[in-house]
């Protein structure tokens, strides 16, 4: 999977299946972000979502940061509509588990 705001490979949390190369553009218009997610696989945007947390912590442009915020809110509304009990047991749990920085 591809996504332009990656500067650095992440180290793998755990063996992930293989993901078709799919690139995501915060800038891109919304609804053409919103057709990508919703071509994507609970893992692709899975991977998304981690891999967008990190950009927006990075994020030093404002603008940049506005457009990251409304692609990971397009990601949630995906993983939403895909599996809503699913979604709604994560939330109460606490939402995304917290990595250390080391």
Known sequence: MQFPWQSRPRPAREPRPSVEPIRLD????????????GQLTTEQLTAAWYLSADALQASRDPRRAGQLVVLRGLLLDALERRDPVRFDRWLRNGGPAVESRG
């Open 26 to 37: 915060p800038a891109a218009d919304v609804e053409v972000q919103r057709k990508l997610v």
